[in-house]
């Protein structure tokens, strides 16, 4: 009876399903953003982002199984954000004066804790949503954002020395998307 007892918490097909619809949403939508990153030669990609993501929809999951009050799980999820802040942070690297490369994979992963505790609630719609916005700003708006970049370079190659062209070619290339697929990391 005590063997039995601790697989209790499924007790019929409707917490069965319940408990599969949201942490495959949950990896699901976590490998999304992480297929995006790893098509692009990061790190933190297809199965590190599905692993926060579920994670973080299984620690707001069990709680409210076992009976915690949504209200009460904001301790839970102050824990997966500090959490995540740390992971998030090992992600950060600064390479020199105006070098600073990993933000946007941090905000990433960030945001895919957000996504999986979305799809961990139960709010599968939102948690599609906020998946469907970051890959808004993760691929048309890396297009327009890298023309810009190149712009700006070459307004500054006209207008200053070698020495200063240079130096704004360094600041384009500050951000750690704007590496090229595949192109190794400092």
């Known amino acids: 009876m005590t063997f039995r007892g601790e697989f209790s918490d ?22 999304v953003l992480g297929l995006e990153r790893e098509l692009r030669g990061h790190e933190a990609g297809l199965r590190t982002h ?38 998030g942070a090992g992600a950060i690297m600064k390479g020199g004066p105006r070098q600073v490369h990993g933000l946007t994979t941090a905000a990433g992963i960030w945001l895919t804790a957000a996504i999986g505790v979305a799809a961990g609630l139960g709010r599968e719609a939102t948690a599609i949503l906020a998946t469907a916005g970051a890959l808004v700003i993760l691929v048309p708006l890396k297009k327009w ?3 810009l970049k190149l712009r700006r ?3 500054a190659g006209r207008g200053q020395a070698a020495g200063d062209a240079a130096a704004a070619a360094a600041v384009a290339d500050e951000d750690d998307d704007m590496d090229a697929p595949g192109a190794p990391r400092p």
């Open 50 to 87: 599905m692993l926060v993501a579920l994670g973080s929809a299984l620690f707001v999951l069990v709680p409210l199984q076992a009976g915690m009050h949504l209200a009460d799980a904001s301790r839970v999820l102050q824990g997966i954000l500090a959490g995540i802040g740390f992971l």
């Open 145 to 147: 954002e890298m023309r």
């Open 153 to 155: 370079k070459a307004a």
């Open 10 to 31: 499924l007790n019929d097909v409707s917490d069965i399903t319940q408990v599969c619809v949201r942490l495959g949403m949950a990896m699901l939508l976590g490998g």
